[in-house]
Structures are given as structure tokens and as C-alpha cells.
């Protein structure tokens, strides 16, 4: 069964600090591997997504890191703010085959940011 | 403004009901998806649609239907059938057509709940 794994459970991280949280998958056919944020009662919205053909991808305070020899990839918050506190779903697909993004999403972050 | 809308935000079900959820999009999108989110572990995908008149399971429909009649909506069926039906249920919609990288974008749910 396609799985990605996603790790802490929750995390707890002073204001300014860097929160990470680390997914690793299984499949090598996936090619595209993007992050939610989702506040409660709301659904999910897309933060950043990399493909594999780079290793590191930025878009303001948010960073993902890619690792395509270990399967691993994670997201960085820089500079992060209490606003930042929310869950945060890794997921992946094989778009290049289905191309219409059937995601396999991670368990979820949930993240607190303390000021 | 463009976007995804559920209804309700809650429903409740009484033992041996049918309930529809429903879920509209006006962002002109080929593909919608419908999911279920239990808490810790993450989003599944129930059912989704490419395009009109079609439709394939995903990893959990079994108590479950839809329908794709028009472009613009995706009504998910929860059955009798389903027994533990208590989730929180979102609907997400994408450009589809084969293109790639392209985002799914999410409604804001509808929590359903057994009476």
C-alpha cells in the first residue's frame, strides 16, 4: 500500500523559531510532493510543493527540503509566529502517470507556535 | 469569488439513514475529489471523478456513493451501509485534463455526526 509517513505527531516551538517536520515515502513513482496548512474547521490549503528534480524549494518564510536518495523530504518554517500554529499535511502523487493528482497524504503536524 | 462550497457544515444521521453531503465548485475544474479526515490519521480518499459521467473508488468506499451529473458538483451519498460514519468531510476540486502540478483546492468541510 502506498504510505508516506509523517513525523512528529505534534510539535511545540517558541515564536521565531524553526519548526520541521519530516515525511518519508515508499513508492519511487511519485514525482510530486506538496504541503497543506489547515486551521480548525477549515479544509486543507496548499502552502508549497517541490518536484523532485530539485532539492530544496523556497517561498517566503516556508522551505521544503528534498531527499530523493533517502525518500524523505520535510518542511521548514523560518522566523515562525503564533499565526503559523496549525496542522500541516505532507503528501505525494505520481502525476506524471495520472496526472490528475490522486494525493496520498501524511497523518498530519499539528503545531504550536508559543509566543 | 471562486471556490468550493459544502453543505452543511454539520449533519447529523440517525441509525439506518442516508445522508448526502454536498459539494459545489465554480472554479471550472474537470476533477473533484472527496476525502475523509479522522483525527491522527490524516485524509483518505473515498471517491473521485475526472470528469462528467465518471467516477472511480478510492481507498474507502465501501458505504459510500456519488454521482457526477454536472461538472459543477460531486455529491458524496453516505449509506446505511457505513458503519462508523462519524468523520469530518471535505471535498476538493483540480484543473485535471492531464495537466500537471496542479494544485487540489479544498472546501471547508462538513462534519457529520451519529445521533
Known amino acids: 500500500q502506498q504510505q508516506v509517513k509523517q513525523s512528529p505527531q505534534s510539535l511545540i516551538v517558541q515564536k521565531g523559531g524553526i519548526p520541521i517536520i519530516n515525511c518519508a515515502y515508499e513508492?519511487?513513482?511519485?514525482?510530486?510532493f506538496p504541503w497543506y496548512q489547515q486551521f480548525p474547521g477549515k479544509g486543507p490549503a496548499l502552502l508549497i510543493a517541490?518536484?523532485?528534480?530539485?532539492s530544496e524549494k523556497k517561498e517566503g518564510r516556508f522551505t521544503i527540503s528534498f531527499n530523493k536518495s533517502a525518500k524523505q523530504f520535510s518542511l521548514h518554517i523560518m522566523d515562525s509566529q503564533p499565526g503559523d500554529s496549525a496542522t500541516y499535511f505532507c503528501?505525494?502523487?505520481?502525476?506524471?502517470?495520472?496526472?490528475?493528482?490522486?494525493?496520498?497524504f501524511g497523518t498530519g503536524t499539528r503545531l504550536t507556535i508559543i509566543p | 469569488d471562486g471556490g468550493i462550497t459544502q453543505s452543511p457544515k454539520y449533519l447529523f444521521r440517525k441509525e439506518g439513514q442516508n445522508v448526502t453531503l454536498s459539494c459545489e465548485q465554480n472554479?471550472?475544474?474537470?476533477?473533484m475529489y472527496w476525502y475523509r479526515q479522522d483525527p491522527g490519521q490524516g485524509l483518505r480518499l473515498i471517491y473521485y471523478?475526472?470528469?462528467?459521467?465518471?467516477?472511480q473508488k478510492g481507498d474507502i468506499a465501501e458505504g459510500y456513493s456519488v454521482s457526477r451529473e454536472k461538472k459543477e458538483s460531486f455529491p458524496l451519498t453516505v449509506t446505511s451501509a457505513q458503519k462508523n460514519p462519524t468523520a469530518f468531510y471535505l471535498c476538493?476540486?483540480?484543473?485535471?485534463?492531464?495537466?500537471?502540478?496542479?494544485?487540489?483546492?479544498f472546501g471547508d468541510g462538513t462534519r457529520l455526526s451519529i445521533l
Open positions: 476538493a476540486s483540480s484543473i485535471g485534463r492531464g495537466r500537471k502540478d496542479q494544485p487540489q483546492h
Open positions: 513508492n519511487t513513482a511519485f514525482d510530486y
Open positions: 517541490i518536484r523532485p528534480d530539485v
Open positions: 503528501a505525494a502523487s505520481n502525476v506524471s502517470n495520472f496526472g490528475n493528482e490522486k494525493l496520498t
Open positions: 472554479l471550472n475544474h474537470d476533477a
Open positions: 471523478s475526472q470528469i462528467v459521467n465518471d467516477f
